[in-house]
């Protein structure tokens, strides 16, 4: 059975003490698992980042070999570390470990030139392989209708075609989106559309008494 490793981040050394404690164990020849929370968002100062313990496996100097246990996609996590954002209420810092504004941001003279001639001088990793920030994350400009708890049908096919999106039932994600609406208070993302038109009836099992 793993040795379960769980470190909160009163000293801002989660992810360090949570990678050195697993690699300690593994080095015991016993499997580890690793406690984390998106954008390191957990327990009084917080606990070890997710995507920051990935990429220390990846990345990390002294780290190559270690296996982890699943194959991970790490294309979702700029939307992903968004999405709990939005989720919490709780806004991602600009100097966010990878899906940050400021991850890839260089504007010092000898930074800027020497990350536009070869990026590896000063990223341990290409921002590519995060995958893109959300369509809807910046404010749209001008006209905006939007579906919700009192939007309508019209409304909701506006938005709906707007994003290109096919209904798999109409009737059903119209009133899961009327229903997420009301129970977030927050109009809901392009993603978050995106699945409650193409798996409403799936998901209107987490709501009971809905159907």
């Known amino acids: 059975m793993p040795v379960e490793t769980h470190c909160h981040n009163d000293l801002g050394m989660a992810v360090a003490n949570s990678v050195s404690g697993a690699l300690g164990d593994l080095?015991?020849?016993q499997d580890a698992w690793i406690n984390t929370c998106v954008n390191g968002i957990g327990e009084r100062s917080g606990n070890a980042d997710l995507l920051s313990t990935i990429l220390a496996?990846?990345?990390g100097f002294g780290l190559a070999g270690t296996e982890i246990g699943d194959p991970l996609d790490l294309?979702?996590?700029r939307r992903f570390g968004l999405w709990a954002s939005y989720a919490l209420g709780q806004p991602l810092p600009y100097h966010q470990v990878g899906v940050g504004r400021n991850?890839?941001?260089?504007?010092?003279g000898i930074h800027a030139d020497g990350a536009l001639k070869d990026h590896g001088n000063y990223e341990l990793y290409d921002?590519?392989?995060l995958g893109p920030f959300p369509q809807d994350w910046h404010a749209r400009p001008g006209r905006v209708v939007l579906t919700g708890e009192y939007g309508g049908k019209a409304?909701?096919?506006h938005v709906t075609e707007g994003l290109g999106v096919e209904v798999a039932d109409e009737e059903a994600s119209f009133r899961l989106v009327q229903l997420?609406?009301?129970m977030t208070g927050r109009p809901l993302t392009d993603d978050e559309l995106r699945l409650i038109a193409a798996y409403p009836r799936e998901l209107s099992l987490m709501f009971p008494g809905y159907a």
């Open 27 to 29: 080095d015991a020849g």
């Open 57 to 59: 496996f990846r990345h």
């Open 75 to 77: 294309s979702w996590a």
């Open 103 to 108: 991850a890839f941001a260089h504007e010092s």
């Open 127 to 129: 921002e590519a392989t």
């Open 155 to 157: 409304g909701f096919r």
């Open 180 to 182: 997420c609406n009301a």
